[in-house]
């Protein structure tokens, strides 16, 4: 099984930073796409920026400029630098990830959330 934590999150004022993490671990063979959603409720779940094995990055434009994505191949851990954040920003971040495990099973997880809050 393949199981992913995250951390970071919080509450920060509109205008500051925050970063968030988020490690996979157990029976990965091959790890390919990390990425970081959120979802405010009544909304559907967004995706805020993706990185693939080949270290592309997909970043959408709400956040272009404002967030920045990367990744540790060795700990299969990835990282949301979250600058000049908005009330608008407000929402639960889930990490996800999908690759191949150990058994040629294909894995596509969720993390549990973690709550960010832009308020002042």
């Known amino acids: 099984q393949v199981q992913l934590v995250e951390s970071g999150g919080g509450l920060v004022q509109p205008g500051g930073a925050l970063s968030l993490s988020c490690a996979a671990s157990?029976?990965?063979?091959?790890?390919?796409?990390m990425a970081w959603y959120r979802q405010v409720p009544g909304k559907q779940r967004e995706l805020v920026a993706s990185?693939?094995?080949?270290?592309?990055?997909d970043i959408p434009d709400s956040v272009k400029g404002r967030f920045t994505i990367s990744r540790d191949d060795a700990q299969n851990t990835i990282y949301l630098q979250m600058n000049s954040l908005k009330s608008e920003d407000t929402a639960v971040y889930y990490c996800?990830?999908?690759?191949?495990?150990?058994?040629?099973?294909?894995?596509?997880?969720w993390g549990q959330g973690t709550l960010v809050t832009v308020s002042s």
């Open positions: 157990g029976t990965i063979l091959v790890m390919h796409v």
């Open positions: 996800n990830a999908k690759g191949y495990e150990t058994n040629y099973d294909i894995f596509d997880i």
């Open positions: 990185t693939n094995a080949g270290g592309i990055t």
